[in-house]
């Protein structure tokens, strides 16, 4: 049960503010946003996603630069709120096409009615896209895409395959004409987690992956997914040590996983097939987890020594690990530096291209962006330091680790695929459009100095 549910802009504006149960004071959004706004300069860090204010519990998510917010004086599930808050911005998501904060100001009068859909006061209803679409019946205007930044993860190699405007329309509105595009996307998303010993050894890997779907289907047609056969659950079950390369044979173990519950799992023990009625809207048809070990696709070397009583010098080395046909991008690489830094000089190897350098001073960090990296490539990064006072025992330990965030479109380390996506005809004619994307990025990519 909750009271109040309000979303903000990275301002602070109050975009969408309901109050279900009047049990909290109408000032709660300007008290939650200056809490989090200045909860750094406590020294504690980022704001969690869930603290308490003046007896008043706040419940925080962030999706594409919104906050969502839900406030309740009573103790309730933190997870369970947290997961509706996320459900909340899914849906408005699915029936505005873009979410953003100009989607919201021009779709308020759709979004309160779907509100009053979801929550009855402060009892949750449903947050299923299906279900709102017997209830709820403004239509979203829309929303031009070309300007605005594409949301979700895989929609970063969007525009190189398909038109924009597949990733960013509406699930029940229609086209021009009246018809509607019948098409669904799968989505393989997987997150990595590698950290480096100094010597380039890995101490710790792991894979958090999503299996996302996204349906523009009309008639509720039964779709099969499935899955490479080589997938297994639990440790037991394949050797750990068969990298075999990322779209391969071998096995793929996962460690747990969990289900939408849509999804059918009746064969899914014979032949790794998931059944699922089409539902409009994007869901998470499968997450997953493994710690089995795989072929992570940057190697990262770094090395910093002294070269004098008040300097030192810094070496980053970056290798592209996976096929040459794959191109990685939004590459930026981090590395903290004593405190004591004053000045940062860089050297690019010949021929860099879009290479980016800076020295952040407030925070002592080396920054190193790269636009893109092409597979089995290497980069090497050169940088003299500068202290203002010299140096009182090992300079490792006054700087890094190296950490590294990427995206690679097309590409999934855990070699986890789509072996097909069937979907059950309503006539002869009907062959709607079916796209299965790839895509990996960095979740906690770190290398000991």
């Given at each position: 049960m909750i009271s109040q549910f309000f979303v903000l802009s990275q301002r602070g504006d109050n975009i969408v503010f309901r109050d279900y149960r009047g049990e909290v004071p109408k000032g709660s959004a300007e008290i939650f946003f200056r809490k989090v706004k200045f909860w750094k300069e406590d020294g504690e860090g980022d704001a969690p996603p869930v603290f308490n204010a003046d007896g008043v519990n706040y419940f925080h998510v962030k999706d594409a630069g919104l906050l969502f917010v839900a406030t309740t004086r009573v103790n309730v599930s933190a997870s369970m709120v947290l997961e509706l808050l996320r459900r909340i911005a899914r849906v408005i998501k699915d029936y505005l096409g873009v979410l953003s904060e100009e989607s919201l100001r021009k779709n308020f009068v759709l979004v309160y009615e779907l509100l009053d859909q979801v929550i009855d006061f402060g009892f949750v209803q449903t947050t299923s896209t299906e279900v709102l679409k017997s209830y709820v019946f403004n239509e979203p205007i829309a929303v031009d895409a070309d300007h605005l930044q594409p949301l979700g993860p895989a929609a970063i190699f969007m525009a190189k395959r398909m038109p924009v405007t597949t990733i960013s329309k509406s699930v029940v509105a229609n086209e021009r004409g009246g018809r509607k595009r019948e098409e669904i996307f799968v989505d393989i998303i997987e997150k990595l987690s590698v950290t480096f010993s100094s010597s380039g050894y890995i101490l710790t890997s792991e894979i958090d992956g999503t299996i996302q779907l996204k349906s523009y289907l009309t008639g509720n047609p039964d779709i099969r997914l499935a899955l490479n056969e080589e997938v297994s659950i639990g440790r037991d079950g394949?050797?750990?040590?068969?990298?075999?390369?990322?779209?391969?044979?071998?096995?793929?173990?996962?460690?747990?996983?969990?289900?939408?519950?849509?999804?059918?799992?009746?064969?899914?023990?014979?032949?790794?097939?998931?059944?699922?009625?089409?539902?409009?809207?994007?869901?998470?048809v499968m997450n997953y987890r493994i710690t089995q070990e795989f072929k992570p696709p940057f190697r990262i070397n770094a090395l910093i020594e002294e070269s004098g009583p008040l300097k030192a010098e810094v070496t980053i080395k970056v290798h592209a690990e996976f096929p040459s046909s794959i191109v990685a991008d939004k590459i930026m690489v981090v590395l903290p530096v004593p405190t004591y830094t004053t000045r940062v000089s860089f050297e690019l190897e010949p021929g860099a291209v879009g290479n980016t350098t800076d020295f952040k001073e407030a925070n002592k960090r080396i920054e190193w962006g790269l636009k893109r990296i092409v597979g089995g490539s290497e980069h090497t990064l050169n940088a003299k330091l500068t202290f203002s006072q010299e140096l009182h025992g090992n300079i490792t330990k006054e700087a890094g680790p190296v950490s590294m965030t990427f995206t690679i479109p097309m590409y999934n380390a855990s070699r986890l695929q789509v072996k097909y996506l069937h979907i059950t005809k309503k006539s002869k004619n009907y062959n709607p459009y079916r796209w299965v994307r790839y895509v990996t990025q960095s979740n906690s990519y770190v290398a000991r100095l």
């Open positions: 394949g050797s750990t040590h068969d990298y075999g390369s990322s779209f391969g044979s071998g096995p793929v173990i996962l460690d747990d996983c969990n289900f939408h519950e849509s999804v059918h799992l009746d064969n899914f023990d014979i032949d790794r097939t998931l059944a699922l009625g089409s539902t409009d809207g994007e869901f998470p």
